[in-house]
């Protein structure tokens, strides 16, 4: 988190301390659904379309013939295509989908780019992000905000050297995004866990303990009694969370709680996917068995058009 989205979670925080604490703060990252469309391919395969593409890239292709879309369908099997076989797997299938559902934060991340690359040579230092981000403070180490500077701008250095998978102490656009959104790396997982611990744990024994837990989810604040929600938390960190009652969550415990292993929407779409339109049954994808069923996977406007005209003829 950098000093911009600390501050506005910070007032955040201001305003949730303000209004009766009955809002429990979410710790826990789930899985995102694939798409807000309902997914039943009786009516449309708009769902299968946001999968595939992200809402976002799956609008353009709605405005294309079928020919158009084919060809840029076409295209795209050969990116999916990740080893160049000739096939799609089920596995290249889930990885593109996982990448098409990153596609936003991706151009969240490019839009925020050229800010952060002082020299503009297309990476991004830990100086250049230190000194952008922390600028005035540097320039005055003593500011009476009531911010503990020193300890965020450590905090960033950790998760920056973590960020930087090819240990060459600069940060690539990928390597950026994992540091500005490190939930959506497999490889960032650690350090997520860790930073959560130590919001958490206040005494800093390096684990969380019930009260802990529950004082982080809610302040007393003069009321006499705890809501019921609380006291189901409660029970949740004894029978749940603490998984070896030893009264704490460790590492492994934390990482359970905050990670947890959900349903997998872009392994079951992969499949779904790969079901639907594998049509010698070989369990992988040619080019043209995706291409003849573009329908399913991208779409265009020319198909509701002539779906609509087909429609209009059975009048
Ligand atoms: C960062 O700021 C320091 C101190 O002002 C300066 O010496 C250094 O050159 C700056 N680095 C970059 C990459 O801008």
Known sequence: MDVVQFLMYMSLCTICALSKPTEKKERVHHDPELSNKVHDDAQNFEYDHDAFLGAEEAKTFDQLTPEESKERLGMIVGKIDADKDGFVTEGELKAWIKKAQKKYIFDNVARQWHEFDLNQDDIISWDEYRNVTYGTYLDDPDPDDGFNYKQMMMRDERRFKMADKDGNHVASKEEFTAFLHPEEFDYMKDIVVLETMEDIDKNGDGVIDLEEYIGDMYSHDGDSEEPE???TEREQ????RDKNRDGKMDKEETKDWILPSDYDHAEA????????SDQNKDGKLT?????????LFVGSQATDFGE???RHDEF
């Open 229 to 231: 929600w609380v006291k």
């Open 237 to 240: 960190f004894v029978e749940f």
């Open 269 to 276: 779409e992969a499949r779904h996917l790969v079901y639907e």
């Open 287 to 295: 080019r043209e068995e995706i291409v003849d069923k573009y329908d």
């Open 308 to 310: 609509a005209l087909v």
